[in-house]
Every structure is written in C-alpha cells, then in structure tokens.
C-alpha cells in the first residue's frame, strides 16, 4: 500500500532558524532511503538532510535560502509499496511522522573547499597553507575572512575536534598576543633576565626618541639584505684646502669641517648613480628614483640620534652648506627639529670623525638604500711604487641595501666619492 510520508526536520540539536544551502531535489524525483534531500548549515555544523522513505517527490516546503528549524515540514513522499523505512509503520502518515526520530540519522559533512575558492584563500595573505580540515564552511569563511589558514587549528573544541567559530577566534588572539611578544618578527623574544640578583641595578625609562629609533633600526636590520663596504679616500690635498678656508675666516665664523665636503661628493656620486637615490616601493615591485638631493646627517644629541635633512645639496656652496649644518646640528642639539626639518631625506651620512674608529658597519636610513660612514682621518704611510710617502686617508664605510644595489655598483660608487674628495676640483666638473 502506497503512503505519502511528511519528512521533517530532526532533532539537530536545538538549533533555530538553520539555513538551507541547497535544495538536491525536485517535484516528481525518485527518491531514496536515506538519499539527501537537502543541506541545511548552522554556524557549528552542515547537515545533509536525509530521506526517510523511498518514493516520488510530491510536495516540496523548502528552498534555497529558507530557514528551518526542527520539525519544519521539508517534503512529502509517496512511497511505493515497499520502499517504507522498516523504522516506518505502513498505516498512516501520522504514523510515519512519528517514527521520524527512527529516521536515518542527518549526516554532518565537513567539505572540502572547491579548488577555485582553495586558491583564492592560499592567495589572500592567510596564517598558515591548507589541508582539509574538520570545519563547516560558516567556519571556514569566517577564517578566511580573518586571514587565518584554518589547517593551523589542529584541533577544535567542538564535538569529534570540530572547530569552532571560538577556536578561530581564540587562534587569532594567540597568534597577535605572540606576535607583539616577538616584535612581529617571528623570532622568539629576548628572555627577561633579573640583573639585581647578580649585583645593585638602576633603571631608566628609555625617552620616546631611543625607543622610536631602536624599533625603527629594528625593523630596517629585520627587513633589508645589509652589505657594508669599506674603502679610504686620501684627503691630504682636500684638507690643505679646508685649512686654508678656515685661516680665511673671521674668529665668529663657523669654521668649515670635512663632512661638508664629503656631503658634496656624495651627491654629486649620486648624480652619476641614480639607483643611491631611489627608495624601493612597499611592496618591492618599483624602485621610485628621486630628482630632489636632500641628505641626511645623524647628529647625536643628548637625548639620542636625530637626522636633520639638508635639502637641495646639489645647488648649494661650501659656505652655505657649512652654515646649514651647524645651524640644523645646534637645533638638533638644543632639541628644536620640527619633524619638517627631518624629512624627505634621499641619502644619510653618519659620521664619527669627530670622536675617532677605523670603521663601523651603519644601518641604512630605509626607505633610503644607502648610507655612507665616515670615521677617523690617519696619516698613513702609502706607497707610490717609489717610496712611502705620508698622506691623510679618511675610512668610508657605505652600507647598502643589496635588493636594490649590487656588489660592484657599491664598489664604484665609493670609487667615485674617492675619487671627488681626491682631488674636489672635480666637484667643479
Ligand atoms: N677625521 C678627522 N677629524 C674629523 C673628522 C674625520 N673624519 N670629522 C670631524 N673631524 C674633526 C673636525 O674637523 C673637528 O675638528 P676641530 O675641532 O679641529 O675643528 C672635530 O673633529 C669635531 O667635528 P664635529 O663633529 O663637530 O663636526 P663635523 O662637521 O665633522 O660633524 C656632526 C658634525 C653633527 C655630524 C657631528 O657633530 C656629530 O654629531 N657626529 C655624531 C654622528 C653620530 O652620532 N652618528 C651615529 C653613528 S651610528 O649610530
């Protein structure tokens, strides 16, 4: 005898208005025991609803996009004669639909992404690479919304290790609570040692200038492939020259330094080697190159490093530059920079000619690709393939940035700031 049985919704769990995602049959369809009829998908879980009789699709309650909840009527079959779920007695409809708790149970699926929506998430800047994991696809899109790669959530809280909308959650807390920890390097942070039991301490709370620069110099040596090349320029003739400036000046007069000449050689090497004044583009795709030779001179103050930006290098003299310089370093000093005075610098100089070394390795000034150390000038005895002859030879140490400046271009880069503060005449050229 042929009997139209309702299928309901089960019990899923005492969970309200649950989306259906897709409806897999329609009126007329021959319908299985157990076959799916629909799939419905709650926040935690996606559901295949299953039939609970085999026959013919008489009536269908549902859509895409519904929401049901448990005992919502979702169709209603005609069955043949033996087609009943043995769980169904045969008499009455009412019958059937009371012996729907015998019904096969809903399976709960765990998809797999479809391979286009797989590679657009590996795409997305995402925490972690991909593996099927044990998640709805509410879940899963909710990770993806986050960026976190679901896989690196080895195991959920919910029932057989699902995971859960609060795993994701609870992974994102983690993964940003480490990485402040770490600095966002991905490197273990510096363990936290107690100096006062080994002998008496004092504290000092670092000043916002330090702090900035460490995270700063922190970033930049982290992000920026560093080459250090070091060289000597003779400067005998240049410092000739410098001194007979300076015995020129009045006892007021700010007294001409070496730097200056220095500053000028950088920009004019700079002139003949764009790539020294050029900034490479967040992302390292483009490499910017600047028309504008602003420099950077690290000044240190008392209450730590500054650099002041002497702007437009290449259309000033000695004197002006000499004046620029100790007016910005005086200012730097007496901590009167505004952060105008600071900026759009295209090259650093960092000098510690004034207090001594035979060379140092200096942390480019990044977004800047390059910067050039200056350490104590030395008579030094140099040969000629005659004899040894006394001359001033100035160390340079030039740090670039090696994704942008290769190997020989730093060598000649130095060579030809050499070769303007061997003889500055060529300045003029
Ligand atoms: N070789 C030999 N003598 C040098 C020299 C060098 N390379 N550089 C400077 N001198 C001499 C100067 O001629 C000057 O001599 P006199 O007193 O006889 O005139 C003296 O040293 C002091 O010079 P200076 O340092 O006052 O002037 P400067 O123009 O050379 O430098 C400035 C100016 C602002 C760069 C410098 O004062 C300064 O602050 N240097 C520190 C830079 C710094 O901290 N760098 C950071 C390093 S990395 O963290």
Known sequence: MALLIEIKVPDVGNVENIDVV?????????????QTLAILETDKASIDLPSSATGTVQELFIKP????????????????????????PAESVQQAAASEEKAPEPVIVIPEPEPAKMQEAEQQPSIGSARAAHATPAVRLFARELG??????????????????????????KIIT???????????AMPSVDFSQFGAIEEQKLNKIKRL??????????????????????????????????????????????LVFIIKALVSAMEQFPQFNASLSADGEKLIFKKYFNIGIAVDTP???VVPVLRDVNRKGINELTAELAEKSNKARQGKLMPSDMQGGCITISSLGGIGGTAFTPIVNAPEVAILGVTRAKMQPVWDGKEFIPRLMLPLDLTYDHRVIDGVEGARFMAVIKQYLGDIRRLLL
Not at 22 to 34: C, F, I, N, R, Y
Not at 154 to 161: I, M
């Open 213 to 258: 620069t460490g995270q700063n110099l922190s970033r930049v040596w982290l992000n920026l492939p560093m080459v250090t090349y070091h060289d000597e320029a003779d400067i005998t003739e240049m410092e000739a020259f410098r001194i007979g400036l300076n015995t020129e000046k009045s006892k007021d007069d700010v007294k001409i330094t070496g």
């Open 148 to 173: 976190v790669d679901i896989q690196k959530i080895t195991v959920g809280s919910g029932r057989k290790g699902r995971i859960l909308k609060d795993d994701v959650k609870n992974f994102v807390k």
């Open 178 to 188: 480490e990485g402040v920890a770490q600095s966002g390097s991905g490197i273990p």
């Open 22 to 34: 897709d409806v897999l049959v329609k009126l007329g369809d021959e319908v299985k025991l157990e």
């Open 303 to 305: 209450n730590g490093l």
């Open 65 to 88: 996009g519904d929401k049901v909840s448990e005992g919502t009527l979702i169709a209603k079959v005609l069955t043949s004669d033996e087609a009943v779920s043995p769980a169904q």
